[in-house]
């Protein structure tokens, strides 16, 4: 058996050698079972500390596992999400305070090159899913140039975007042209007067004809955000589900999170029980689904149903023990966990000449001193963060 020398050198400063070797133990079968290579008769295999590759039919080096990509608890981090830009072209109650928010100066945010070279070095070092995030990614107009840069990364798996989809439609088709494989479009309300109420713009009709552009694209499921608030769109969930019934569309409802200007209150949560309570209600066949180890989502299946629905539950039921997610910013700084108020630059080393071992090391960093878990709702709601148009969608 071979032994994961770099996940025990990443978990060095823990106390005891007992600490090393049961997170270690954690890291290597959370990070196998994500790549779908376990079964029953694997378990005593991984409580030997064996290599994903042993468990392989082909063992291979082309894909090791980065040091600088694992954190203190032994998570492995292979998704990064990318905010290209700051500006958008709605005002989301949830995203922005009603003034709007101050925006980073152009000069002081990533170029395309510095995007695609930070992007290298975390794909080098074991990232297989980029997405793309804003602000709305679509405005920035070298969107397509990005997209076809990163696809050709190689050992990058997926390139998705999440986007109002106010100009995707006619964007849409060159953007799979470059490479784009995976699209989340946010759509809180399927009630004209109520989009423009809540996103304080006019829209609707774009968003409806760019989820029909996409499937007729080809992409499938066609993902659907649907920040779910108690008193605006609650009474939307039964309606929103029946867009699943003859399509290839994942309704997503995302409970009510706290960011600086969004007005949170837990008055206004919407908790996963609930929704998914009204779903029962009008559906027999919800049926659960097998959930990947490192997802978001709970996935529920509904009998006669083309599409599926989702729960993202990040306040009632936190997902953080299979966080595998990194953000970069769009002004370059660099941010292990959503709700945590920590960042750290890689555009200033970047700019002053750091070489890409500098930057690695930055980044292992930082990643090494991602916590265990959020503070949970009520202290976020209480801890300075930036707005959701700052950190990305």
Not at 222 to 231: D, I
């Amino acid at each position: 058996m071979v032994l994961f020398s770099k996940s025990v050198s990443a978990l060095s400063s823990l106390s005891s050698r007992a600490q090393v070797k049961s997170r270690t133990q954690t890291f290597v079968y959370g990070t196998c079972k994500a790549q779908g290579l376990l079964d029953s008769q694997d378990e005593p295999v991984m409580n030997m500390f064996s290599t994903c590759a042993t468990l392989s039919e082909k063992p291979t080096k082309e894909s090791p596992l980065s040091d600088m990509l694992i954190d203190s608890f032994g998570r492995f981090h292979s998704y990064l999400r990318i905010s290209l830009t700051e500006r958008c072209n709605l005002r989301c109650q949830y995203c922005m305070p009603a003034e709007g928010v101050e925006l980073t100066p152009k000069p002081q945010l990533l170029s395309s090159n510095e995007i695609i070279r930070l992007a290298d070095l975390f794909v080098a070092a074991g990232v297989e899913k980029i997405r793309l995030t804003g602000g709305e990614p679509t405005i920035r107009k070298d969107i397509e140039d990005i997209c076809l840069q990163l696809s050709n990364l190689k050992g990058l798996k997926t390139l998705a975007m999440t986007t109002n989809g106010i100009t995707l439609a006619r964007k849409l088709p060159k953007l799979k042209e470059c490479g784009l494989t995976s699209i989340n479009i946010s759509l809180d309300t399927l009630i004209p007067a109520k989009f423009e109420f809540m996103t304080r713009r006019k829209g609707h009709e774009k968003v409806m004809e760019a989820i029909n552009a996409a499937i007729d694209l080809g992409y499938d499921p066609v993902k659907v955000n649907c920040v779910v608030m108690r008193g605006f769109n609650d009474d939307e969930i039964v309606d929103f589900v029946e867009l699943t019934r003859d399509k290839p569309v994942n309704v997503r409802f995302i409970e009510f999170m706290p960011f600086d200007g969004n007005v949170w209150n837990v008055k206004k949560l919407v908790s996963y029980y609930e929704m998914r309570d009204k779903v029962v209600a009008q559906y027999a066949g919800l049926i659960r689904l097998q959930d990947h180890p490192t997802d978001t989502a709970k996935n529920y299946g509904i009998d006669g149903h083309r599409g599926t629905v989702s729960f993202i539950t990040s306040m009632t039921e936190h997902f953080c023990a299979g966080c595998n997610r990194l953000r970069l910013l769009a002004d370059g700084n660099f941010k292990v966990c959503l709700f945590g108020p920590s960042e750290v630059s890689l555009r200033d080393p970047l700019r002053s000449g750091a070489n890409d071992d500098a930057l690695r090391e930055i980044i292992g960093a930082a990643v090494k001193r991602k916590k265990a878990a959020h503070a949970g709702m009520f202290d976020i709601a209480k801890t300075a963060n930036r707005p959701m148009i700052h950190i990305g969608g």
